[in-house]
Structure formats: C-alpha cells, structure tokens
C-alpha cells in the first residue's frame, strides 16, 4: 500500500521565490498535518485539516504560509514569498480519523527538505 | 496543555548495551504518550504508544516503554542495542479527547558503537 506522498523531496530556491509543497495522503484517511522540522525549533505543527476543512492553523509562522486541501487526496503548503529562515524539512502526515491521530495512528510521509538561499 | 522535554539531546551506547532515552512530560489533563522513531531521511513512525490500562508497553524492534504518573515520565528502554537502533527518537503527548493535537518533543539522537 502507498504511504504519504510529499514532492518535491528537495527544493533549492532563491529569497523571495514562492514554494509549493505537495502531500497526498493515504487513502481513506481523513485527517491530514503539515509538520516544520528544524534543528533549532524541532518538529511543529503548523496546520491541521479533518475531512479537507482547516480546524487549526495557530501553527502556521506568518502571513506568507498558506495551506490548501482541495480534495480528499491532496494538499498543499505554499510560501510565498520565500525567506532563509523558512529552511526546514517539511513534514506531511495523515490519519483516518483525529481520535486516531490522537492515539498515535499518524502516518508521516519522507519530507521535502526546502533550502532557500 | 501540554509539553514534552526529553533529557539529551544526543545519547551514545555501545553494541549489547542497554539504552535508556529519558522523557519527562507535562498534561493537564489524563495524557496519552507515545515514542516515535525517525530513521535518517524518513518520516517519523510509531514505536509505542500508552494510553490507558497495563503502564508498561512493547512496542516494535524491542523496545518498551513505561508510564510513571507519579514521576510524570515515559522513559524508552531496550535492553540490548543494535547497530540499527541508531536514529532519532521524539516522544510525543497528546490528550485523551477532542482534536488535541501532538506534542513532540525535541528528540533525542541515538548512535550505537560497535
């Protein structure tokens, strides 16, 4: 069975150049986290969405980070613009349901390590 | 609320040795408490989880974890490394109810000697 899919894997782009990120989840699953992963900051959650609708986004660092989640297979998380310090690996992750995210059942997919120069 | 804080940054054991990650946790309410393991360029995935009944829990590639309320701590234990238990461990905390969301800690590098 496939296991979340997150591309690119590596994205290399200049200050002030948008970023997209992309996540498919596993199928069924109806709850879907986007995770920072820093050295300094460790793993944060920026946003959370159950059955494609936004519950959380107290995470999320600034006006230039948005998430998206058109449809029940695929989601988003777009910078714009991008700053150095938006450097990270980018976590997607996916749950059948937010009591089972809750009891651990949390699928993450390979990241996509972002650098921006 | 909730936090995690896990106790070294990076821990060293030799092969066959026994490894202990300390996690201190903080939960206003009944907390739910996890170890996850992140392999290098990997996602995260589920080592074990506590969240109600026996205190302490097996979980994959023999670890085991247990839950002290009194100490507030969920320690992760193996007896024996292996060379491939080298990773990055996070425990994690989340409540019991409603859309609480997970509380990782900072994680803790494991590196195994031989």
């Known amino acids: 069975d496939a296991g979340v899919i997150q591309s690119p894997r590596h994205e290399v782009t200049e200050m002030g150049q948008e970023v997209t990120l992309r996540c498919k989840p596993i199928?069924?699953?109806?709850?879907l986290f986007w995770y920072r992963q820093t050295m300094m900051r460790g793993l944060e959650l920026l946003i959370y969405?159950?059955?494609?609708?936004?519950?959380?986004d107290s995470g999320m660092p600034e006006d230039r980070f948005s998430a998206k989640m058109p449809n029940a297979s695929f989601s988003t998380l777009k910078i714009q613009p991008s700053e150095p310090r938006d450097s990270a690996v980018y976590f997607c992750?996916?749950?059948?349901?937010?009591?089972?995210?809750?009891?651990?059942?949390?699928?993450f997919g390979e990241g996509s390590r972002l650098t921006v120069l | 609320a909730q936090s995690v804080t896990q106790l070294g940054s990076h821990v060293s054991v030799s092969e066959g040795a026994l490894v202990l990650l300390r996690c201190n946790y903080s939960?206003?309410?009944?907390?739910?408490l996890f170890w996850y393991v992140q392999y290098p360029n990997q996602g995260l995935q589920l080592l074990l989880k506590?969240?109600?009944?026996?205190?302490l829990v097996k979980g994959i590639n023999g670890f085991e974890a247990e839950f002290k309320k009194s100490e507030t701590s969920f320690h992760l234990t193996k007896p024996s490394a292996h060379m491939s238990d080298a990773a990055e461990y996070f425990c994690?905390?989340?409540?019991?109810?409603?859309?609480?969301?997970?509380?990782f800690g900072q994680g803790t590098r494991l590196t195994i000697n031989p």
């Open positions: 939960s206003s309410v009944p907390p739910y």
């Open positions: 969405f159950n059955n494609n609708v936004p519950i959380d």
């Open positions: 992750a996916s749950s059948p349901t937010l009591l089972a995210a809750n009891t651990g059942e949390l699928f």
């Open positions: 506590y969240t109600t009944g026996a205190t």
């Open positions: 199928s069924g699953h109806n709850s």
């Open positions: 994690a905390v989340s409540g019991f109810q409603g859309a609480q969301k997970l509380v």
